[in-house]
């Protein structure tokens, strides 16, 4: 119990000396006559900028980007409009929204990672809270996130090919990659499927929970490279995979899944009428609790995790920065168990959707149950 008192001691002492110092330095390099709390504000202000930048998507994959002569390495990508027509152009026209692009005699600007059609000035009119209310086209682009769901996409092709081909060369015995793999899958089946949807109808859905679960997995761990990729704290993207869980789970539904839904069997009239409601309600939040729970646990990662980086900036001391450092390096390392939990809690509770909608009730009438009393 001491110890662990003398150990919380030292790191309160090594905080103080943090604000002490970075205090210090501050007051040393502010030129005469300024506001400290006027620029350390606009330090938070384009630290704020700079992690709200990360968290969004964008028509170009900037790698390297400097702020004092805005030197840097960025790829475009392909922009895909439909605006009374096909318009097809790349991102670097717009010059990171410094330059208006024309096209087929329509004027485009790029404001806050957002087209708008414009005049050939540029216009925007904005509203009082500051937003643009000018018109945007139909945006189609091939943008950050999309690159990186590609990318994704193939690495799975990849890898499940790859473990394909060695089962067949190798009489079912998988070999290179595919034993890294195979334990993984075996885990889906064994531990996720079999156990929320049952012996009987498990193998109609391990398709989707397997691709769900690699997806959603290796998207979260590129995410946490210097790239800035943030896929599953777009909320397009979690959406996009919560509605096709409602959708299988909709569709493929057996008879007393919607009985128990409409009409719940043993329970009064009266408390059926009211209960129906609520029911088909709960079959909407169900996939809607999917959708917030993955973006809004990947979307905090990556919030505390830059705000505790920017630390490094804001103290300015020798102390600080790798104080800063190394809780970030040890968030980091939380964060991977954070993508691989994630991917595991999305698609354990969609194995559960599917068992609740596969799930065979075995009702018996009340002339049966007589007929068993009686012999």
Known sequence: MYKIQYYISIVFFLFSLTFYASSEHDSISMPKGENPHQEAKSLRDEIKEDIQHHLKDSHDWTFFHSKIDGSGFTIPLPVILIDNGLHVFMSSQFHHGE????????????????????????????????????????????TKSVV???????????????????????????????????????????????????EKH??????????????????????????????????????????LTYLITTFTAKKDYWKHIFWMPGVPTLMKIILAPIELLGTIIKPFSLMIRLYAN???????????????????????????????????????????????????LSALYFGMAVEEHEHE?????????HH
């Open 99 to 142: 330059s208006i692009v024309e096209s087929n005699g329509n004027y485009y600007k790029l404001y806050h990672n957002k087209i708008y059609k414009t005049d050939a000035q540029g216009t925007l009119n904005l509203d009082e809270h500051h937003h643009p209310t000018n018109a945007k086209p139909w945006d189609f682009s091939i």
């Open 148 to 198: 990186v769901i590609i990318l994704a996409a193939l690495l799975m092709l990849w890898m499940f090919s790859s473990l394909a081909k060695s089962y067949k060369k190798n009489n079912g015995i998988a070999t290179g990659f595919g034993r890294f793999l195979e334990p993984l899958v075996l885990f889906v089946r064994d531990e996720i499927a079999i156990p929320n949807i049952g």
């Open 202 to 243: 498990y193998k109609r859905y391990l398709n989707y929970l397997l691709t769900i679960f690699f997806f959603v997995w290796l998207v979260n761990l590129l995410g946490l490279t210097p790239f800035g990729i943030n896929v599953t704290g777009n909320i397009a993207v979690t959406f996009a995979l919560a509605i």
């Open 298 to 348: 990947m979307t905090a990662g990556h919030v505390v995790l830059m705000s505790i980086l920017a630390l490094i900036f804001i103290f300015k001391s020798w102390v600080g920065g790798p104080l800063s450092f190394g809780l970030a390096f040890a968030l980091s390392l939380l964060e991977l168990l954070v993508a691989a939990l994630q991917a595991y809690i999305f698609t354990m």
């Open 365 to 373: 009438h009340p002339h049966e149950e007589a007929h068993a009393e």
